[in-house]
């Protein structure tokens, strides 16, 4: 007899990682979301409850980020079959790190658990990515798939979504601090300029390419000369109070790179495993100067990703 | 008693590829100036003789790509030394296959030879810099490094320059094929627009990513997912008659990827061994129907950059 019951546990997570808007993303381990899902008699996806961090998101299945992915997943894998879903929020709303992401990635995997045919973990990312767009308004995976797939994941293309993990140099940590204050998604994108120069196009492009290669070859010195966002980090640093004095905190601790985790508030940096709690110590001291309570960890960024508990 | 001549070989390059707008570049050793570097007695530099396949460059030192490139070397590195360059074309003039870049390369190698306290390599391309500077207008280094160095080489910054050889999958050669036109490289860049799109910017780096990626892990599907150049190559292909249908012509013959050299005419494609032929075949057959001439190479990728003859 199969399960009738499946949960998982899907990770928080770095969404552009200074150098790879809408590209790239890490893994953030130690926080993370917790789907249970359970077979129904009735058809389609229910949600049963929400609990944990946050409690006040759409139990209307289609509207909520957990709930359309599993649609997605059944329309896909099972067409017939029923899954409720208990969703248990570990990521705080608006921190900018990948809660939504997290809620459709957890869905899917526990969800995917139970059907009869299990699709791929690629086949669930463009499921997930269903998700996603319900709380983001648009299809975007630098969150997805370094919550499915855990580490640091570079993600090409939207309609033939290829993943490809990225290694982190030995001894290489994150420090990630969250700042206890919302900052919508939407608003993040919003101050976004539609376009980008071509002097600072270059200059982006110069540092991801770097900062990629850096991580291919162990070479710290060329992350350090390439984990810069030119064009992104500028126009949202006005939206997070404290901000340029912590990132300036963390590089004079030794930071390898410090920037925004996805849209905000949230921000990290990489440093050496014998700097990291200085850094996170300063980050967190910047906030506490403009009076804001912050939660901050040191965490290791390969992590196994989104998985059965 | 040390040398009182030196010669230098510095092969053509292909600038870009596709993905990594002035900061990719690939050596392309079948072609490649030759200069002389001999000392004399009046300290400075002058330019003796210039033949080859371009012979109307400028003699005044100062304004000629070499013997600027000289001159920064030894402004550097010998002040009261003088030089005398007898730099010899192999690259046809705006080719876009590097040719400015080359006798830069050919020059400073060649000189730095005779030099009591010769320089590194890396301080080399910053001398050269200021050569390619004279021909282009601007400081950049994507033929510079491939020229110097050899492979497919990364150039990170301007002010402090980093080098980064990528290594190319095995099996992997490129194909080059130069129309007998003349495009000027200032026509090139003057129809580039100033600034990007947003989502050409994250489709493009994307690519940039991937092929990065690619090349690191002997990922052949994701180089040739990601080998395509959706910002600068829709703006100069109407430069060159017949590129479009020689690049359409060039992917169905199997190669990984097709762009424009540089800032043009010259176009490259990536293929594996076994259909190089017939991707250079394919591409050159499409200037014959244009009434355009061409010469077409095969070339290994990997090779040793400007050396002493």
Known sequence: MSAQSATAFAPASV?????????????????GDRVTATITDAPGVTITSISGVVDD?????????AGR????????????FGIALAIGKGIPLGSGLGGSAASAVGGVVAANALLPSPLSKLDLLKCA?????????????DNIAPSLFGGLVLTVGIDHPRVKQIPVPA???????????????REARGVLSRSVEMSDFVWQTANLAGFISGCYTDDLDLIRESFEDVIIERQRQSLIPGFAPARAAAMAE???????SGAGPSIFAWALDAQADAVRAAIESQFAVEGI?????????????????
Chains 1, 2 share one sequence.
């Open 15 to 31: 969404g552009n990682v200074a150098v790879g808007f809408d590209i790239l993303g890490f893994a953030v381990d130690v926080l």
């Open 57 to 65: 998101l759409p139990k209307d299945a289609a509207l909520n980020t």
């Open 69 to 80: 992915a599993v649609q997605a997943l059944l329309e896909r894998a099972a067409p017939g």
């Open 129 to 141: 990515m269903h998700g996603e767009a319900v709380a983001s308004g648009a299809l975007h995976v």
């Open 171 to 185: 001894g290489v940590r994150a420090v990630v601090v969250h700042p206890r204050m919302f900052l919508a998604t």
């Open 254 to 260: 030794g930071a390898l790179g410090c920037s925004i």
């Open 293 to 309: 309570e912050t939660d901050g960890w040191v965490i290791d960024i390969d992590s196994p990703g989104a998985r059965l508990v």
